[in-house]
């Protein structure tokens, strides 16, 4: 699955162009450029979404809209995203999930976090007893 959030990027009469993501109501931002927009969508999407997964609240998953532009979390967000919306996907529990790791239901639960900096073994791990396999790529930005 890729957490890729479409957004709508609006020129303004001043100049510049208002980025509003389509999935997320509070997430928007602005930019000079595409591009410069591009870089702060990505920027705050982070923050919004790392603060959601902070405050244990709902994560949504971006939407299908064709012609958008899209952006996304930090690598560390997504991970964190993934291992929840998967975990309770396939209707586990930490304490599940600690005993097909063989490890504390803390220690799960930091992998949740986005500040976790799990390995990747780690990530194997926790993929495989989610019944997923783990899957890299690196992408122009």
């Not at 690598?75 to 600690?98: C, F, M, N, P, Y």
Request: proline fraction near 8%; charged fraction near 25%; hydrophobic fraction near 40%.
């Amino acid at each position: 699955m890729k957490l890729e959030y479409p957004y709508n990027l609006e020129p303004q009469e001043s100049g510049g162009f208002v980025v509003q993501f389509l999935d997320i109501e509070e997430a928007f931002t602005e930019g000079a450029t595409p591009e410069e927009c591009a870089f702060n969508a990505s920027e705050v999407l982070t923050g919004i979404l790392e603060q959601r997964l902070a405050d244990g609240a709902e994560i949504p998953l971006p939407g299908k809209h064709a012609r958008h532009p899209t952006a996304s979390p930090s690598a560390a967000v997504q991970t964190a995203i993934l291992l929840r919306v998967t975990r309770q996907a396939e209707g586990k529990s930490l304490a599940d999930l600690a005993r097909a790791l063989g490890t504390s239901w803390p220690a799960v639960q930091r992998l949740e976090k986005p500040n976790a900096n799990p390995t990747l073994k780690q990530l194997e791990r926790a993929a495989k007893a989610l019944g997923k396999r783990l899957v890299l790529g690196f992408e122009s930005p």
